[in-house]
């Protein structure tokens, strides 16, 4: 995720904040990394009760 962000190309004062959107669990290691700002259950993406 790190050499993804870093090879995009931003104008100066603009900032990235990263999302990974998922349906089902997510692994405790990933939960706690810094390097994916919000975790976005498919559910609450699309309204899905």
Do not use: C, Q
Request: glycine share 6%; net charge positive; charged share 25%.
């Amino acid at each position: 995720m790190r050499r993804k962000v870093a090879a995009l190309r931003l104008p100066l004062g603009v900032a990235v904040r990263t999302a990974l959107v998922h349906d089902g669990d997510v692994a405790p290691e990933l939960a706690e990394n810094r390097y994916v700002d919000f975790l976005v259950p498919v559910e609450r993406l699309f309204g899905i009760s």
